[in-house]
C-alpha cells in the first residue's frame, strides 16, 4: 500500500464554543493567537496574521460533556518554533493563572491545558528530529517525565509576547477513538498514514506523514466502544488535512471511496466521517 504524500500536514482546527467573547479572551490573551476574521457567532485565529490555525463556532446551548466521555478531541496540539518560544508561552499561561500539566517525551516538551469549555490543548516544542530514537518495531522511543519547567522558563529569560510568534502550526490532533483496530485499519489501510507509535501498553497508536512523530494521536481512554459526541456538545467538529497537490487530493479520495465510505467532494477538498471518532476530517490542498 502507498503511503499518504511525506508533505502531509495537519492545517486547522474547528471548535464548537459556548461564548465567543469568552473563548476569545482566552484564545488571544492567554494561548496568544490573533484574530483574523470575525462574525458574530464564529472567528477565525492565526499566529502569523495569514494561516488560519483555529475557528471559534459559538452555540449558546451547547453541551459541556465530563472528560473521557466521549470518542471525539483529546486534544490539538500547537507547535511552537523552538524551547525559547515554549518558555514564553509558559510565562505568559503562569502569568495568567492558568492550570499546567507537562510532559517531556524525549521527541518534544509539552505543556497541557483546557480551554474554557474543557477542550485540551498541548503546546509543545520538538527536539531535533536527528535526536529521535526508534525501537526495534520501528516505534518512536516516546517517555513521559517531568518538564525541566525551570531550564525552559531560563531559554525564555526576560523577553516576554502577547502573541504566538510566526512559524506556530498545529502540529498534531490527538483524538479519542472507540476501537483501536478499526482506527488503524481507517487511518493505515485508508488514508495511507504510517504507523509511527504503536503503544499497544497504553492503549494507544500513534500515525503520521514523512516520519514526523505523530501528526495523529489515537487512544481508547475514554472507553472502548464509547459513544461519539453528541452534536449538541461543545468540541472538535472537524480537523484538516493539507495534502501537497491535487494529485495526492485525488489519490487518496479515491482510496477512501473504494474503501466504502461516502465523501463530500469539491473542487480543492474532500470530507470524510472518521468513523471511530465521530470527527469530520476535511483535506484540503
Not at 518558555?87 to 517525551?105: S, T, V
Request: contains cysteine.
Amino acid at each position: 500500500m502507498t503511503s499518504i504524500h511525506e508533505d502531509t500536514n495537519i492545517g486547522y482546527v474547528k471548535l464548537t464554543i459556548r461564548s465567543l467573547e469568552r473563548s476569545l479572551q482566552f484564545y488571544c490573551n492567554v494561548i496568544g493567537f490573533q484574530v483574523l476574521q470575525k462574525t458574530d457567532r464564529q472567528a477565525e485565529l492565526t499566529a502569523d496574521g495569514k494561516r488560519v490555525l483555529l475557528i471559534l463556532e459559538e452555540n449558546p446551548s451547547a453541551v459541556v460533556l465530563p472528560e473521557r466521555s466521549v470518542t471525539g478531541l483529546y486534544h490539538f496540539a500547537i507547535l511552537l518554533p523552538n524551547p525559547k518560544e515554549l518558555g514564553i508561552a509558559l510565562a505568559r499561561l503562569i502569568e495568567h493563572g492558568i492550570a499546567i500539566g507537562h510532559g517531556d517525551h524525549a521527541v518534544s516538551e509539552a505543556l497541557y491545558l483546557s480551554d474554557p469549555d474543557g477542550n485540551g490543548i498541548e503546546m509543545y516544542a520538538d527536539r531535533p528530529r536527528s535526536t529521535w530514537q526508534r525501537d526495534q518495531e520501528g516505534n518512536y522511543v516516546m517517555t513521559t517525565t517531568a518538564v525541566d519547567i525551570e531550564g525552559l522558563m531560563e531559554k525564555a529569560g526576560d523577553e516576554r509576547k502577547t502573541a504566538l510568534p510566526n512559524g506556530t502550526i498545529i502540529g498534531h490532533i490527538h483524538l479519542h477513538v472507540s476501537d483501536l483496530n478499526e482506527a488503524k485499519a481507517f487511518y493505515t489501510d485508508v488514508l495511507g498514514f504510517d504507523i509511527v507509535g504503536d503503544y499497544a501498553g497504553m492503549s494507544a497508536l500513534f500515525v503520521s506523514a514523512g516520519g514526523y512523530h505523530h501528526h495523529i494521536g489515537l487512544n481508547i481512554w475514554a472507553g472502548r466502544n464509547a459513544p461519539p459526541k453528541p452534536t449538541n456538545a461543545s468540541g472538535l467538529d472537524y480537523y484538516t488535512v493539507v495534502l501537497p497537490h491535487r494529485e495526492e487530493l485525488d489519490r487518496v479520495a479515491d482510496r477512501v471511496k473504494h474503501a466504502g465510505y461516502s465523501i463530500e467532494k469539491t473542487e480543492n477538498s474532500f470530507r470524510v466521517k472518521d468513523p471511530v471518532s465521530g470527527v469530520h476530517i476535511l483535506f484540503v490542498i
